[in-house]
């Protein structure tokens, strides 16, 4: 068996909401060529497949029918659709804007499938991680919430406990309504709080529906200007203790790039070694508790030259068992290809090495603003996961 699948098909480039745009589809194509001369296609634990775009009942099971055929009509005859977030100035109209996002939605659903059924431990769409999406609107570029529709193949095929885990810049709001009320999946998201970053939601005091479904949202709502060291610090004290409280038989994670210090929409100042970190958290956390089952997405991401590549190119390397050292440089064809594309003159080496924190374990600084961020969360949602929010 192969260890990991990564789904990919250059057809997923016309997920394109147009020149200027931030979710500019070269941070799709980098890092594609970025995976392929670091030598990762060739390696024997990973393989690629094509991607077609869902049906529309399978897009259907996250999305209403009236709202499918709005995405359909937004990328047909170009028709605005303001009340369902199409057409607007974060969403705007592109000609095949439905069979885009549904190729984004086959990819997770496929490969939450594959995990499911054994055929691949790990599985892997960096063309996904649409959390915003709603079921019947596009939000924050978001158009189709390939997330969410994975999370309910699990559910459908008989899943009883799906971790979603979303470490990107923004609230992960969309996955979180989708699942809100259901006890069988535990919501976890890491972002810069909603009073500096949109969607403005996502507070520690949110931690989902009534009955059983109480605690099982996580919110790490973290201060503007975070760092690698905080973020890691933030990650560390809440993501290992709630997954492993839930118990998951699988696990979806989101790894949207934009908490870097480069990207132009995030505050926060998150290196792509922490971003790595993190990563490798996850991807032991599946082995630990999940048999290894892991569905990883990417999601946003918009320094689409210094940040981008690298994060995902290093998240395919470790999802194969086959990582790339810190430090390593990067590829002089690569660099090249990256200035052509992008007239950016790009880093030469990928990452710098760990970034060290310090653990929660060490004790907690209630005058300093990140303690407090992750003091808020542990106080709210860890006895309703049957956790101690004072010690691990
Ligand atoms: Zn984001
Ligand atoms: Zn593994």
Do not use: K
Not at 231 to 246: E, I, Q, S, Y
């Amino acid at each position: 068996m192969r260890v990991a699948r990564l789904v990919w098909s250059p057809d997923l480039l016309e997920y394109d909401f147009g020149p200027g745009h931030p979710m500019a589809p070269a941070r799709l194509a980098l890092t594609m060529r970025l995976v392929a001369d670091l030598g990762l296609l060739a390696q024997p634990t990973l393989e690629v497949t094509d991607v077609a775009p869902a049906s529309d009942a399978v897009v259907q099971t996250v999305h209403d029918p009236d709202y499918v055929a709005a995405v359909r009509r937004a990328g047909t005859a170009l028709e605005a659709d303001e009340a369902r977030g199409l057409g607007t100035e974060d969403n705007p109209l592109f000609h095949g804007m439905h069979e885009a996002a549904a190729r984004q939605v086959a990819g997770s659903v496929e490969l939450a499938q594959a995990v499911w059924d054994g055929e691949v431990l790990h599985g892997l769409n960096i063309a996904g991680g649409m959390h915003h999406a709603q079921r019947g609107a596009a939000s924050g570029f978001c158009v189709y919430n390939d997330a969410a529709a994975g999370i309910q193949r699990l559910l459908d095929l008989g899943a009883e406990r799906v971790a979603y885990v979303d470490l990107d810049a923004h609230h992960g709001d969309g996955v979180e309504a989708f699942f809100w009320d259901d006890p069988r999946v535990l919501t976890v998201s890491v972002h810069e709080e909603g009073r500096t970053l949109f969607p403005g939601t996502g507070n520690p005091a949110d931690t989902g529906g009534t009955g059983a479904a109480s605690g099982t949202a996580v919110n790490v709502a973290l201060p503007a200007r975070t760092d690698g060291p905080g973020w890691l610090r933030a990650v560390d004290a809440v993501v290992p203790p709630v997954v492993r409280a839930f118990d998951p038989q699988v696990i979806v994670s989101q790894h949207g790039c934009d908490a870097h210090g480069l990207d132009p929409l995030s505050h926060l100042e998150v290196p792509v070694d922490a971003q790595r970190t993190a990563a490798e958290w996850v991807h032991a956390l599946a082995h630990e508790r999940a048999d290894g089952r892991w569905v990883a997405l990417g999601g946003g991401g918009y320094a689409v030259v210094d940040v981008v590549p690298l994060v995902w190119a290093a998240l395919v390397a470790e999802a194969a068992h086959a990582p790339v050292d810190r430090g390593a440089p990067l590829p002089e064809s690569w660099r090249q290809a990256a200035l052509g594309m992008s007239g950016i003159e790009p880093a030469r080496a990928l990452g710098s090495g760990p970034v060290e924190f310090r653990s929660w374990r060490s004790g907690y600084d209630p005058a300093d603003p990140l303690d407090r961020a992750v003091a808020a969360t542990r106080r709210e949602v860890f006895p309703l996961l049957g956790l101690d929010p004072h010690h691990d």
